[in-house]
Structures are given as C-alpha cells and as structure tokens.
C-alpha cells in the first residue's frame, strides 16, 4: 500500500469516527500528495517525504508564532496536525545516532574543518533524507566540524 492509499484509508477511519481534527489534518496531507501528484513532477517516495517534512515545519513554524500571540488553542491544533503528519514519516534519527553519523562521514570524507561544512552537508542530507531535518543535521555537521 502506497501512501496514498495510506492516507485514504486513515481518513476513512476518521470519518467514522467522527475524529474532526485528525481528518482536517488527513486532507491536508492528501491534498498536498495531490497537488505533488499533479505537478507534472515524477512522485516519489523521497518527493512525498519532503513534502509532509514542509507540512510539519509550517505547523510548528504556526505553533510558535500562535505561542507568542497567547493564542493556546490555536497552537493546540497546529501541533497536532504536525503530530499526525509526523506518524507518516520515516522515524526521526537521534542524536545519538546522528552523532554517530556525521562522525563517520566526517572521516570518510576527510573533513578537517569548517572550511569541508558544505562537502559534509551535501553527503549527509543526501543520504539522511527524511531521518533527521537540515537544521538538525547542519547544528551536527558545525558542532563536530568546529572542534
């Protein structure tokens, strides 16, 4: 079963029972699957995968700008959107992981400082696609580089 099918089966679900934020959370998901779709882009796995990483970042992004306006109920709902988005991504890497990760590529590559940051980062985010976001991955690459 595609993720597609995935989503449609899940708002199914929703529907009947009658779970109103989980399904207004499912429709954005498929919406986005469609208009990827209909792009006249090839859609991949990897396409489908940064596309809902777009999703949750802008639901938390809301989160935080709704935290500093005091509005808790909207944040509420953004947050729980990502939360539900984020059920359909591959498990997030951590820290410990990607400590390790980025240890090793810093050897292979034969990186020996901040001068190697952009080599380093283009072979980790290709291979880390969809495990740990670029914000995480770059923190990593510098703390590591920078020692």
Do not use: C, H, W
């Amino acid at each position: 079963m595609n993720l597609t099918e995935t989503i449609q089966a899940q708002i199914v679900a929703a529907m009947k029972a009658k779970d109103q934020e989980r399904l207004t959370a499912l429709r954005a998901v498929k919406a986005e699957l469609l208009l990827l779709s209909t792009s006249g882009n090839e859609s991949s796995e990897e396409a489908e995968i940064k596309a809902l990483q777009k999703l949750v970042k802008q639901r938390r992004e809301s989160a935080n700008v709704y935290k500093e306006q005091n509005r808790e109920d909207l944040m509420k709902t953004e947050l729980f959107e990502a939360d539900v988005i984020s059920e359909f991504l591959p498990e997030q890497m951590s820290d410990a992981e990607l400590t390790e990760f980025v240890k090793n590529l810093i050897a292979k590559l034969g990186a020996e400082g901040m001068k190697d940051m952009g080599k380093v980062m283009g072979a980790a985010s290709a291979q880390l696609a969809g495990k740990a976001d670029g914000k995480t991955i770059s923190g990593k690459v510098k703390e590591l580089l920078g020692n």
